[in-house]
């Protein structure tokens, strides 16, 4: 178990810092792509509907509705091509694992938004 543990410590790249999503939660990832000798960058929203592994084997699954088609990609967390990822929407969901989405269709494949509630300080001038 040792030696899988160093391995994965030797092929370790920078970890970047992406914002705490989990299931439920719409994000943004963008991605770099490349097509023979060109890079472009992609978008991909949609609603990651699980996070699975641990450290460097992290995966999360993400889906979204493109012409009528559900389209689900997994990326790797510690992958390089991957830019950036934003956090969009927050989900109110009970699951970690929201596999059910896949047999929603409509309105009932909405997911509910979590109110988060905004703490504003006010400054006041004090003499």
Known sequence: M???KIAEQAFATEVKNFPVFKAGDTI????RIKEENKERLQKFRG???QRKGTGVTQ?????KISNGIGVER???LT???IENIELNKV???RRARIFYLRKL???KARIKEKKMALIVEEHTAQE
Do not use: A, E, M
């Open 2 to 4: 040792d030696l899988i």
């Open 28 to 31: 943004t990832i963008t991605y």
């Open 79 to 81: 992958s390089p091509f």
């Open 74 to 76: 997994i990326f790797p």
């Open 91 to 93: 989900g109110k969901v």
């Open 59 to 63: 995966t999360f699954t993400v889906r």
């Open 105 to 107: 269709t409509g309105k």
């Open 47 to 49: 609603v990651c509907i």
